[in-house]
């Protein structure tokens, strides 16, 4: 069953447009949501997590519609929300941090919401640092902070924007275990610039570009549209195209083949990048 159906979704900010008319059904399990910078990610998202009213469109989370006071507030009960820069209190503890918004998730009942506030503390591996103050952890600390506190009571939609930036590689590891897990039963949607923590953990992506959904498929089918389109080259291309040289000094080229290319295996960034480079104006690819 859909958990969210998103149906021609706008959002201008002034004469910016953010959202042009998206329309989307997301339903268990992890999607991704790619794109460039300024792509309407993070519009999205909000509007989802009820941070923002869309201009115009329909949405439909759980069953209920935001536009509405009373299913809106019902909503914010079942919705964890990780906003990309999430404001946390400096002088609040860790524990006294996730306790406060427990309680404004309405955990009134001090046992379970104490028991609670370890299990999130515990998901993101801060139970040791449960009494230090926010503003003497770590940013990456902080980050595994913002991501207990959109955990607290099971949210049947989860929504990470940009969950794994700063956080080192063991830690992110740790986030795509528990956020996999939480994907098996529960709708989870995280924006990210990580080409491969979408390949790694979700069995959907959306590339957004210029509002629209430029993509919507798996992570095999956008690497799929890189298939013989990447090469190993001694020489650079001359035109438009992308390309770096890596470490064994030849030149990693996407396009079409070089005289002297070898073709090289795909990524999920290749995909993402060939798709980009030719989709203006963006049209759904699947
Ligand atoms: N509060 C705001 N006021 C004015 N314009 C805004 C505001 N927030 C976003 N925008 C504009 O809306 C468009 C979409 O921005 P959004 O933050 O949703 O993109 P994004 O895909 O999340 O980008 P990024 O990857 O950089 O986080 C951009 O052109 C941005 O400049």
Request: proline share 6%.
């Amino acid at each position: 069953m859909n958990t969210v159906s998103i149906d021609g979704l706008g959002k201008r900010y002034g004469a910016t447009p953010a959202l042009d008319g998206l329309d989307l059904e997301l339903g268990t399990g992890v999607t991704g949501f790619l794109g460039p910078n300024g792509a309407g990610k993070t519009t999205l998202l909000r509007c989802l997590a009820t941070a923002l009213a869309p201009d115009r469109g329909r949405l439909r989370i759980l069953g209920l519609d935001p536009a509405v006071p009373a299913q809106r507030t019902e909503l914010r009960r079942r919705i964890g929300y990780l906003p990309q820069n999430p404001g946390l209190y400096p002088q609040f503890t860790a524990y006294d941090l996730l306790d406060y918004v427990a309680v404004l998730k309405e955990l009134t009942d001090g046992r379970r919401r104490r028991a609670e506030v370890r299990r999130v503390l515990d998901e993101v591996d801060l139970t040791d640092r449960a009494r230090t103050k926010v503003r003497k952890l770590s940013g990456g600390m902080r980050q595994r902070l913002g991501l207990a506190l959109a955990l607290l009571g099971q949210p049947a939609l989860l929504i990470l924007d940009e969950p794994t930036v700063g956080i080192d590689p063991e830690q992110r590891m740790l986030f795509r275990a528990l956020i996999s897990r939480v994907g098996e039963s529960h709708t989870v949607l995280l924006s990210t610039h990580q080409t491969e923590d979408v390949g790694a953990l979700c069995e959907r992506v959306v590339v957004m570009n210029a509002g629209r959904a430029a993509f919507d498929g798996t992570p095999r089918q956008l690497i799929n549209r890189a298939d013989g389109r990447v090469w190993l080259s001694t020489t650079a291309p001359t035109g438009s195209q992308p390309y770096w040289r890596n470490a064994d000094g030849l030149y990693r080229r996407l396009g079409d083949r070089p005289d002297d290319g070898r073709p090289a295996q795909p990524t999920l960034e290749d995909g993402y990048l060939l798709l980009l480079h030719r989709s203006a104006p963006a049209r759904v690819a699947r």
